[in-house]
């Protein structure tokens, strides 16, 4: 049984918080350097051009790639092989998020209550946490802070399974087409597919930590994220919404078994600022 | 195009100049309001209080700000969601607001009321906070420093760049231009 050390998470998770805000992968900075050789408004060409600018001052100077540094998402896959000491997980992570968003001068947007006096939690803790278990002694952490912009715009349905790929490509195209300006465009689009209520959310939430750029290892639903992305690019909102070809960057499908009654469908949106970041320990 | 330099507080003749689509630079004073600080200063409209700023001609950009390292200005500091305004900024142009900064959709009440006073609605691009923060000189908080980055923050601005929407001659620019490039 190998062990780990709660402070070892605590110290990885600050640094991802402060790694992940301030340097975009190059996942998403390369889609936004094709969408620059591809755009043909003027207007959103030189939004793109802001955008690769500020993802280089951030970078050069150390300062949050947009203010809105959002919720601490963390996927853990847990090696069941692997025995945590000297703490509970989601202490440790909190701990670090705490410890990062403080020191690294993140904003902190966490409310303690969601309906009464929204006061606010003053760290950005707490975090949101999934954990799988999973075979081996290793663990894997993958955080995105979320901002609220976005996360705003985002939508789970329950089709019925007659509504078949034609509705299912609708539901998805129209809430993003709702969304319009408001998730600062250009957007990754994550989608999930198929489980319950709550398992199709968080598959798409879990399709933004995809790097941009690879599609669903099934060809069909590869073929269809092609599909959807197409569809949104010609609705024409573009770059922030003012106008031009650029509106989605990538559209990231994630799949699960459907019960034999449903076709649950959910629709997670992120801005170009699509932050997320991996670390083994 | 080139964009337009222009100069804040802006008179009524500024405000007509500017059309749906073009880009600009802001330089001068400006002033920072998020959902709370616009709540309190609808309260002191209704209750016929002083407000603790001047709105005659002012800039209004919705931010929330992350906190400035040591030797910094201002944090990342980009746009947020409007949307969230809608309800009050009918009464701060009233109150002689002629711009507001932010991102995203507006309602048609507020598209009438930038007609009917004579105000802009711009955005700023969204999710550019390092590169905006850039051209913010100088800030300080003029009102309600108990609201942390909420609070009301007076900026010195300068080449601030950022795109007409929705103009005071009832023009569009989220619907326009999505129309031109939609196939
Ligand atoms: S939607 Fe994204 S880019 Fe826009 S303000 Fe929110 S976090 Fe920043």
């Not at chain 1, 669903?216 to 106008?243: S, T």
């Not at chain 1, 509106?247 to 997670?268: G, Q």
Request: proline share 6%.
């Amino acid at each position: 049984m190998r062990e780990l050390a709660a402070s070892t998470i605590t110290d990885q998770v600050a640094e991802m918080c402060e790694e992940a805000n301030i340097y975009l992968g190059e996942d998403v900075f390369s889609a936004l350097k094709d969408a620059l050789e591809t755009e043909e408004s003027p207007t959103g060409k030189e939004v793109l051009k802001q955008l690769i600018e500020n993802v280089e001052i951030a970078r050069n100077e150390q300062i949050p790639i947009c203010q809105d540094t959002g919720f601490a998402v963390f996927f853990v896959e847990w090696g069941q092989d692997v025995h945590l000491t000297g703490g509970s997980l989601e202490e440790a992570i909190n701990a670090g998020v705490k410890r990062g968003y403080d020191e690294g001068y993140l904003r902190k947007s966490i409310v303690k209550d969601p309906l009464f006096d929204r006061k606010n939690t003053g760290d950005n803790t707490p975090a949101v946490i999934y954990t799988d278990m999973v075979p081996g002694d290793k663990v894997k952490i993958s955080f995105a802070p979320k901002g609220g912009g976005s996360e705003n715009m985002s939508a789970v349905k329950m089709l019925k399974p007659s509504d078949g790929e034609e509705g299912f490509v609708d539901f998805v195209v129209n809430q993003v087409k709702t969304a319009g300006p408001n998730p600062c465009p250009p957007i990754v689009v994550g989608v999930g597919i198929g489980g319950t209520f709550d398992k199709v959310a968080v598959l798409s939430k879990k399709a933004l930590f995809r790097p941009v750029g690879e599609s669903n290892p099934d060809p069909r639903f590869a073929e269809l994220e092609k599909k959807i992305k197409d569809k949104i690019n010609d609705l024409g909102v573009g770059p922030q919404g003012f106008g031009g070809r650029t509106f989605a960057l990538a559209v990231h499908i994630e799949d699960y078994p459907s019960h034999i009654a449903s076709m649950a469908a959910a629709v997670n949106l992120n801005c170009h600022a699509c932050r997320h970041l991996e670390r083994e320990l | 195009m080139e964009p337009k330099k222009i100069q804040a507080p802006l008179s009524d003749d500024d405000v007509m100049a500017l059309k749906a689509g073009d880009t600009v630079l802001i330089n001068g004073v400006i002033y920072t309001a998020r959902d709370a600080a616009h709540k309190k200063l609808v309260e002191l409209m209704d209750k016929g209080e002083d407000l603790p700023i001047d709105l005659q001609g002012q800039f209004i950009f919705y931010v929330g700000p992350t906190p400035a390292k040591p030797g910094q200005a201002i944090g990342s500091a980009g746009p947020t969601t409007s949307g969230r305004m809608d309800a009050y900024t009918p009464k701060m142009l009233e109150k002689g607001m002629k711009a507001c900064i932010g991102k995203g959709l507006r309602s048609q009440v507020v598209k009438d009321a930038l007609k009917e006073h004579k105000g802009v609605y711009l955005a700023a691009t969204g999710g550019a906070g390092a590169l905006l923060s850039k051209k913010i000189k100088k800030s300080e908080v003029v009102a309600y420093p108990e609201l942390g980055p909420e609070a009301i923050h007076r900026l010195e601005v300068e080449d601030f760049p950022a795109t007409v929407v929705n103009d005071a001659y009832g023009n569009d620019l989220y619907e326009e231009g999505a129309k031109q490039y939609a196939r």
